[in-house]
């Protein structure tokens, strides 16, 4: 018999061939800042396997490629409303991982995440057995106009679905977009007196709301199966071109950014239009200013009070002469 030991922490990425250039990017900051050596689980279509094999070293045993087919039985094969299955499928392999019995916690990725640091076990874990929690309530994303337009009342509509189908009562709504610590202590919980008592499948979960993350949080929360150790978001996010654009032209850099976060994500549902695979390259956005707001970024570049990122402003303009 083989006995396979159990990781106490790993990373857990779901991916598919499309997103084979962002799965790379983060696969070689992974290599770079991965101090602790810490195991990472690549989670994919059977048919994908022998791609995603050439980015790792023959004698590399920190990363493990699972085909979902074999390690999931739930998976869908239709959409659940307008939601394609693959998309709920990624979803359903997270809650779910943990009944490999591969690790205790693991950290979900995305491929459109990358690492700007060296990491540790410890920027992930409170101590040897309970994950970091990440919650915030998000008020500078619904302070967006932006944002709140496109995405923020439905996205809390679902939210509040959670929580009511939970039974809990608080205004406020303190989860996260992703990039979190799933503990199995919790999801086994999820499923053994939550799920089973309401006779609940994973897709049952995701077509009442399709927040995996929030599924996770919000049980947590309300029924305190391991110490609740918050912390502020471990990746930073940005949900939409002119998050980035704006962080970029103030002139923050990854090494700012690396004070305060282990990584960064580039939203994959812009940036993939945009064919941006790095921080820097910000010249493709520039097809989405307005012409007001070309002419107010000229003017700030000649303002002395805006010198400490006219760099990034003077950038930009000579992007927008050359359309």
């Given amino acids: ?20 250039l962002y799965a790379k990017r983060l696969i070689e900051t992974y290599y770079k ?21 050439k980015l790792l070293n023959n004698s590399d045993k920190k990363i493990s490629i699972l085909a979902q087919e074999e390690i999931c ?23 779910s991982f943990w009944e490999t019995k591969l690790c205790n916690n693991y950290f979900c990725l995305d491929s459109d995440g990358m690492f700007i640091r060296e990491f540790y076990v410890s920027d992930f874990m409170y101590d040897a057995e309970i994950p970091y929690t ?15 337009k496109i995405y923020w009342k439905q996205r809390e509509e679902s939210l509040r679905k959670i929580q009511q189908t939970l039974g809990i009562s608080d205004k406020r709504l303190l989860t996260c977009h992703g990039f979190q610590v799933f503990s199995s202590k919790v999801l086994e919980h999820l ?7 309401h006779n609940y499948s994973y897709k049952d979960l995701l077509a009442i709301a399709p927040y995996e993350f929030s599924w996770y949080n ?24 002119h998050q980035h654009l704006l962080t970029w032209i103030q002139g923050v850099t990854l090494d700012d950014l690396a004070r305060s976060y282990v990584g960064i994500v580039i939203q994959s549902n812009f940036s993939r239009k945009k064919r941006l695979l790095a921080y820097d390259d910000v010249g493709s956005y520039i097809s989405i200013l307005p012409p007001k707001r070309i002419l107010f970024l000229i ?17 930009l303009i000579k992007k927008i002469m050359k359309r």
Avoid: W
Avoid at 33 to 53: H, R, W
Avoid at 134 to 148: G, Q, S, T
Avoid at 299 to 315: C, D, H, N
């Fill in 33 to 53: 800042y991965n101090i602790d050596n810490l195991p990472l689980y690549i989670v994919l279509p059977s048919a994908d396997e022998d791609e995603f094999n």
């Fill in 299 to 315: 003017k700030l570049s000649s303002l002395s009070y805006f010198r400490y990122f006219r760099k990034g402003v003077k950038f």
């Fill in 134 to 148: 990440v919650l915030f309530e998000d008020n500078d994303l619904k302070a967006d106009p932006l944002y709140y």
């Fill in 73 to 95: 039985p739930y998976l869908v094969t239709k959409s659940i409303g307008d939601i394609p299955p693959g998309y709920i499928n990624q979803e359903i392999l997270k809650l």
């Fill in 1 to 20: 018999m083989v006995i396979i030991k159990m990781d106490n922490f790993a990373f857990l990425l779901v991916t598919y061939r499309n997103d084979f």
């Fill in 191 to 197: 499923k053994c007196n939550f799920m089973k008592k």
């Fill in 218 to 241: 919000f049980y947590l929360q309300k029924e305190k199966v391991i110490p609740i150790h918050f912390c502020d978001q471990i990746f930073k996010y940005f949900h939409m071109e």
